[in-house]
């Protein structure tokens, strides 16, 4: 397994933007696929999106498709993914994942086996 660690969260306004890291050390991050997924108080996990280890394929959920954008960066070993025009639905706990499995496109979170800790996000209107 892969470490993960997710920073950038914070509170912002309707509208502002955001862009989350996921410093990955451990093992070779750039043989890893990797996700971000979500969790808002009392509602389940939500994939958010994933990104092929080579950074060629990503796939977004449709509730932040046009807005966000995943990236990574495997000579620093880091992943994120860029919010904007972001909405006060966004509001939740962010969570970076990663996986060798090739079901990684699927966006299901029992895919992955290495998660971060999480950082929360927090969309004012």
């Known amino acids: 397994q892969v470490q993960l660690v997710e920073s950038g969260g914070g509170l912002v306004q309707a509208g502002d933007s955001l862009r989350l890291s996921c410093a990955a050390s451990?093992?070779?991050?750039?043989?890893?696929?990797m996700g971000w997924f979500r969790q808002a108080p009392g509602k389940e996990r939500e994939f958010v999106a994933v990104i092929h280890w080579s950074g060629t394929r990503t796939y977004y959920g449709d509730s932040v498709k046009g807005r966000f954008t995943i990236s990574r960066d495997n000579a620093k070993n880091t992943g994120y993914l860029q919010m904007n025009s972001l909405k006060p639905e966004d509001t939740a706990v962010y969570y970076c994942?990663?996986?060798?499995?090739?079901?990684?496109?699927?966006?299901?979170?029992?895919?992955?086996?290495?998660w971060g800790q999480g950082t929360q996000v927090t969309v004012s209107s």
């Open positions: 451990g093992r070779t991050f750039s043989t890893y696929h």
């Open positions: 994942a990663a996986t060798t499995s090739a079901r990684y496109l699927y966006g299901r979170g029992v895919d992955f086996d290495s």
